[in-house]
């Protein structure tokens, strides 16, 4: 229903697109609002100013989307079990999620933005994060040795995250 079709500036709203194929469609300037995005292909997918908000995305491998132009941004969403490895997500937000068991590898997320956001279980591994902020995200597990700093914004309560691949006992 939905392979290979252009949609612009379109809200998408409380809608079940569970398991729906989006292989080849392009979305421009549009929004998702507090919709079921479990186990969406979004193979060659183009996503250009899509916003998901309040939404489910479970299962979602990111990385299968077109790479060029690749521009989104999520709100208050519950995001899990999803890929985002080998893309280019400069600036991306994270607003207030919960970003569990999700994987970052080679991932370019420079200026991104993890605003309140809870990454329990996600993989960060060979990720640029230079000037990127975790400064309100909680439970994050980043080994710095693997991973590229520079001005990344960090909290002091969060500082734990980086410093649990050394075993070490923080009170």
């Known amino acids: 229903m939905y392979k290979g079709k252009n949609f612009d500036s379109k809200v998408f709203s409380s809608k079940d697109f569970s398991k729906e ?7 421009n ?3 998702f609002v ?3 995005l479990s186990n969406v292909d979004f193979s060659q997918s183009s996503l250009q ?3 998901f908000k309040e939404c489910k995305i479970l299962g979602v491998d990111f990385s ?5 132009l690749l ?3 999520f709100e208050l969403s519950m995001i899990s079990m999803s890929t985002f490895s080998g893309l280019n997500l400069k600036g991306v937000s ?5 970003i569990f068991d999700c994987d970052f590898i080679q991932t370019d997320l420079s200026n991104a933005n993890f605003t309140n956001s809870n990454l329990r279980g996600s993989r960060f591994q060979n990720c640029n994060m230079r000037f990127t ?3 309100t995200a909680i439970n994050y597990t980043i080994d710095p040795n693997v991973n590229t700093f520079k001005k990344t914004k960090f909290s002091t309560m969060g500082i734990a995250g980086l410093l649990s691949t050394y075993d070490l006992d923080i009170e």
């Open 21 to 27: 194929s989006f292989l080849g469609t392009t979305f």
């Open 29 to 31: 300037d549009c929004s």
């Open 34 to 36: 507090n919709c079921n």
């Open 49 to 51: 100013g899509v916003v």
């Open 64 to 68: 299968k989307c077109n790479s060029l």
């Open 71 to 73: 521009d989104f941004s």
């Open 94 to 98: 994270f607003n207030n999620c919960e």
């Open 133 to 135: 902020s975790f400064k």
